[in-house]
């Protein structure tokens, strides 16, 4: 009522119109000390990095400590995300931050009593990974209680352009601080930054967050492996999820494997000028964070499916066929940067479509699945793209034989041409995905056929929380929940698979959503 007030009252003061960011305060304060963190996180991933370097010298050292930041946040994800719908949301924030907080603190007390090495550092990146595990789904389910449902992709975008913040200053600043001040005063940097997010979690009300609620019936909870299964079942239980999930994996599989040819293909075609790589990872880091800020003030797409699926192809367009065929260090950077001012407008929108569509209580375990589903592609393309670029793809581009005949006039014949063939395969690809799901009615009518969580029975499904608290689920008197296979006492949420009141919530027979509607067949193979 408090958080309701107060946004009237901003209302009122501004003549009768909201103002942009009106109400989201307690997000703001959030996000500032995620914010904090993740530049600190950045710093001390540079020094691990140069000390890693400088103790080896070996590139492959290099990349099996950016597998030891990945796999663990990768493959822990299904059960983090399990483990946060069994605390309160703001436990499972504090627990992220608290364990990073932890992991660099035991660096911090090696390093200052001279008992840090080489292996230590990769044991506590796989430490830290662990830990950013638990951070998506938890700031996933926290963000619906911090802001009301139609600031969600305003929100997320804001956290996606703080990541960039991160991605783009932290290596600045941990080579200034390398340089001038040691790992020592980057260690305890970073530590300051896990207290700043971890104070911004304290004094933050989370509307909403009364723990993690009962299993139906009172029972015992499932074991954390089952539990981390039904997030992955619950994304495939909906046509329309499974299928926005499949397109989204499918993108991310094809970006990947052609993104990862980006860095080689631009020192092999700039004759390794180090100058022509720097420009082209700033121009990312700089087009994410327009991207994030120009989305957080327009607030999104009002389709947001077809909207995050043109976003999609804009991103191929740009970032990929574009980057291909561009022949120079301000083309690849202009390519390069209006593909990463799209991707906070599609992180955004998916990240809101799973928080409006997915019970509350089901958050943790479907954004722990989100991670896992669209992330678990990166370390397979990466490792199929490398070998790709230096045994068949660029040698054939100097040869001009297979597939270079066709596309040889395109991308050359010289060095790196190869890898940008990959590019460009990759790009049209995913083009391909993109458009291929702007014609599945299940993906393009997502919010007709799947209603948001808050919609009432009969009601029209786009509810602009009024009545409710923002990102609270509406609940029930029987004994299930909300997106409970369980529940069958005609309360219609969506999720609820045994719901029969013909309300047309998933349930209902006559719904498209539903698997016993004669027409759903048509949808899905369709």
Not at 23 to 29: A, D, T
Not at 109 to 137: E, I, K, R, S
Not at 425 to 449: F, K, N, P, Q
Not at 497 to 511: F, I, K, M, N, V
Request: with cysteine.
């Amino acid at each position: 009522m408090a958080d309701s007030a107060r946004s009237l009252d901003d209302t009122e003061r501004d003549g009768g119109r909201p103002g942009r960011f009106t109400g989201m305060g307690p997000f703001m304060l959030v996000w500032s000390g995620q914010a904090v963190s993740l530049v600190g996180n950045s710093v001390l991933r540079f020094a691990f990095v140069y000390e890693t370097w400088s103790a080896t010298g070996r590139a492959t050292a290099l990349t099996t400590l950016s597998l030891c930041a990945l796999l663990p946040q990768v493959l822990l994800s299904p059960l983090a995300g399990a483990f946060v719908d069994r605390v309160s949301r703001r436990t499972a924030l504090q627990l992220a931050d608290g364990g990073g907080l932890l992991v660099v603190a035991l660096l911090s007390v090696l390093h200052f009593t001279g008992g840090l090495h080489t292996w230590q550092v990769y044991a506590a990146v796989m430490l830290l990974g662990g830990a950013a595990a638990f951070q998506f789904p938890a700031l996933g389910a926290a963000v619906p209680l911090l802001v009301d449902k139609d600031r969600l992709q305003r929100a997320n975008s804001l956290l996606a352009s703080a990541k960039s913040t991160a991605d783009v200053g932290g290596p600045a600043l941990g080579g200034l601080l390398v340089a001038f001040s040691g790992l020592g005063f980057i260690l305890v940097a970073d530590l300051v930054s896990f207290a700043v997010a971890l104070a911004a979690i304290r004094v933050v009300r989370l509307r909403g967050d009364t723990g993690p609620a009962r299993e139906p019936g009172g029972g015992p909870r499932k074991k954390l492996v089952a539990e981390a299964v039904e997030g992955m079942r619950f994304l495939f239980r909906y046509p329309s999820l499974r299928d926005l999930m499949l397109a989204f994996c499918v993108v991310n599989l094809v970006m990947v494997f052609g993104f990862a040819a980006v860095q080689p293909m631009v020192l092999a075609r700039s004759g390794g000028e180090t100058a022509a790589l720097a420009s082209v990872n700033t121009a990312i880091g700089v087009g994410g964070i327009a991207g994030g800020l120009l989305m957080a003030a327009w607030s999104g797409p009002k389709n947001r499916a077809r909207g995050m699926l043109l976003g999609i192809i804009g991103m191929c367009l740009s970032a990929q066929v574009a980057m291909a065929l561009a022949g120079g260090v301000v083309g690849w950077c202009a390519a390069i940067l209006v593909g990463a001012a799209l991707m906070p407008m599609i992180n955004g929108v998916m990240q809101a479509i799973v928080q409006t569509k997915v019970p509350q209580e089901w958050h943790g375990r479907v954004f722990g699945a989100v991670v896992f589903l669209s992330q678990i592609s990166v370390p397979l393309a990466t490792a199929v793209s490398g070998p790709l670029a230096d045994h068949v793809f660029e040698p054939r581009a100097a040869d001009g034989t297979g597939v270079f005949e066709v596309l040889g006039p395109l991308v050359g014949d010289g060095p790196g041409s190869g890898m940008a063939a990959m590019l460009l395969i990759a790009g049209l690809c995913g083009i391909a995905v993109g458009v291929l799901s702007m014609t599945r009615r299940t993906v393009r009518e997502i919010d007709t056929l799947l209603p948001d969580i808050d919609a009432e029975p009969g009601g029209s499904g786009t509810g602009d929380g009024a009545g409710t608290d923002a990102g609270k689920p509406a609940t029930t008197d029987g004994p299930g929940r909300p997106g409970d296979p369980a529940t069958t006492d005609g309360s219609g949420r969506p999720g609820d698979p045994a719901t029969t009141d013909g309300s047309g919530r998933p349930g209902d027979p006559e719904d498209p959503e539903n698997p016993d509607n004669p027409e759903h067949k048509e949808l899905v193979e369709g």
